[in-house]
């Protein structure tokens, strides 16, 4: 149930000197294993589950590893808890089968957990945020509540001060999933993902490379629209994306798209465009193209719909007359621009007076964000949820442990570090 980020932690049933902190899964890179070092060496007991291959490769430290079926993960995890007298867990993808069975169990045991997770603020902060995201962050909904918590808190330097590195991240990515199809020696692991990896990053190539083509035909369609169109974005998300599956109504983008195509048709001005922007890493195993021409030409609006492969998001933000998208961190791009939001699913910026709360068909005629309670919003997410830096590259990779490491050693997770 949201509330204030400052609620007090729960008990464990230790001092604060006797952490236990155990990690389950995390992100694919060295950030997991280098923090676990930082608090070891701030005097906490660390330990690590593996339940696949990909987990072992990026712990080469000592690990408890599970070969055991799901079905049996609940008991061998409560046992694990017990035994351990764990304090804290520390995972990534709190809607993993794995994760929310041990989260249950450390509910019921007054266990912290810990979520990490690419940033909800872009390119180069990451979050660590108690027991979860989105529906189940502790994050106030009460625009006056976020008004009085950002009383104190200091302006945000917004400036990206750490590049990550894809190559890299889509290096270990690959060697992550493609090492979880070995029959050896976690025979029963179950994977999260929703398509198989190896048609996944054949069609991510293809998309990438094609990625200069798509950019032209953005540039095409965009010198095309008379200049006083006026235009909408619609933000696509990738289908294996948790967010989607797990904090919203749709078992698919094709549902969300279509209801926004239906909304436009019905209310959106005459003159006005719709442009569905697609996810830069999507694979394309659906063939959005298509499917989005033959959505709009259902609903009678096939010249007033186009499709993006690419495109500069921020000049597309500026220029457009506002975003819609299931629960993307594009809306908080979005309110970071001063443009207007509606958000389809559950997301932590669904809040009176930052995004529109109304019908999608509405959503046309909406006023603008209120930008003191948008500034107000932003300050608290920077200094309650968030560290800086990045989770493959250097210097960003450093800062991220001991940021990380800062947080968790002092128990102020969800607490605005000044």
Known sequence: MPGAPCAPRPAAGSTMTERRILFLQGPISPFFWRLGQALAARGHIVSRINVCLGDRIFWPGPATDYAGRLRDWPGFIADYLDRERITDILLLGEQRPYHRIAIAAARQRGIQVAVTDFGYIRPDWIILERDGMNRDSHFPRDPAAIMELARELPPVDWTTRYQDDFPTQARWDMLFHLANMAPWPFPHFERFLKFHPIPTYIATGWHLLMRKLEGRRARSVLQAFPSSAPFWIYAMQMETDYSIRAYSPYPDMDTPIEEAIQAFAQGAPADSHLIVKVHPLDPGLKRWRFRIGRIAARHGVAGRVHYFGTGRLD?????????????????????????????????????QGLSHLGRLRDFWTSPLPDPALADAFLRCLAHCLHVRGVYYAEPGLTVAVEGAAERIDRDMLNQPMV
Do not use: C, F, K, P
Not at 322 to 341: E, H, M, Y
């Open 315 to 351: 000049d597309l933000i500026v220029a457009s007359q506002g975003v819609i998208t299931v629960n993307s961190t594009v809306g908080i791009r979005a309110l970071q621009l001063g443009q207007r939001v509606h958000a389809q699913g559950e997301a932590i910026y669904r809040i």
